[in-house]
């Protein structure tokens, strides 16, 4: 059997740490605080909003809650971050996507300062990812590579493929890969040969949108894969965009959907939260 990824314990292991840091920025009269803003009922945001509340009263995080109707207009949106990028004792602003579809969402994270920008996805933070200076790290990304780092899984030096080139994963976990010394490939829709390519990989990150697409054909013998698919199967159990059972008894360690990389994202923005809290208070 593999080595399985345990995000869940992982997770618990950072906000644990945070809790501490939390701590101490209390004693010194710093009350870490996220804003969260939900525009809409979504269920699945619904959910999401839910548990990154639940992580925030687990870390000591102050969280402020803004459910908007639907209806609510990009003026009204903007008019709260604004407020929000003003207000001296919110650290954190994010707001969950998808914004119904009247809002532009990049008019929206553009307006979010790049100093409470906890989610990294505003243009500067991606451009301080890609030059190497600090700045916030797209939380998806950033867990997975706390991930391979607490698993004593070596980066440097290894072929890393990406399966994926979105903006909130696939090219900012190339970036950190490169960091990490790692020898980078992503590929993508167009990519010609993508077995050839995914077969090379050392460690395969997959994030493609496509339940159990990955099998056992695309990966090699002793490869470290992590999955960041979320999805329903027939079943409607939980998978992700690799074939699990068709793949573990091939590689040496592997993420599990769920409990793998899922939980890491609300634990990196937590971390990024704290960080937040530090920046501006030391400024």
């Known amino acids: ?13 950072i906000k644990d740490e945070l809790k501490i840091t939390v701590e101490e920025l209390k004693k ?9 803003i939900q525009v809409g009922d979504d269920p699945a945001s619904s959910i999401y909003v839910r548990n990154k509340k639940g992580a925030c009263a687990y870390v000591g995080i102050e969280s402020l809650s803004y459910e908007l109707p639907e209806e ?9 971050v604004k407020e929000l990028n003003e207000n001296d ?3 954190g602003i994010l707001v969950q996507l998808p914004l119904p579809k009247h809002i532009n969402a990049d008019t929206i994270i553009r307006t979010i300062s790049p100093d409470k920008d906890v989610d990294g996805f505003h243009p500067e933070s991606v451009g301080r990812l890609c030059i190497g200076e600090p700045g916030f790290v797209s939380c998806t990304p950033a867990g997975i590579i706390q991930l391979l780092k607490r698993s004593g899984i070596e980066i440097e030096g290894k072929e ?12 900012p976990m190339s970036i950190l890969l490169l960091r990490e010394n790692g020898t980078v490939t ?11 390519v995914t077969g090379r990989a050392d460690i395969l990150v997959v994030a493609i949108g496509k339940p159990k697409f990955i099998t056992a054909d695309y990966v090699k013998e002793g ?3 992590i999955d960041v698919g979320m999805h329903r199967n027939e079943e409607n159990k939980l998978c992700g965009d690799v074939d699990f059972d068709d793949i573990k008894d091939k590689v040496s360690a592997i993420t599990p959907v769920p409990g793998g990389v899922g939980p890491m994202t609300i634990a990196m923005l937590m971390y990024n939260c704290v960080e937040a809290a530090k920046g501006q208070e030391v400024e």
Do not use: F, W
Not at 28 to 36: D, F, P
Not at 160 to 171: L, T
Not at 186 to 196: M, V
């Open 72 to 80: 609510t207009t990009e003026e009204e949106l903007v008019k709260l």
């Open 160 to 171: 890393c493929v990406v399966v994926g080139r979105s903006n909130i994963v696939g090219k």
């Open 186 to 196: 992503i590929t993508h829709s167009r990519t010609k040969d993508l077995k050839e």
């Open 1 to 13: 059997m593999p080595l399985l990824i345990d995000g869940k314990k992982i997770s618990t292991e």
């Open 223 to 225: 490869a470290v894969v």
């Open 89 to 91: 004792n919110v650290h």
């Open 28 to 36: 010194q009269g710093v009350e870490t605080c996220l804003a969260v």
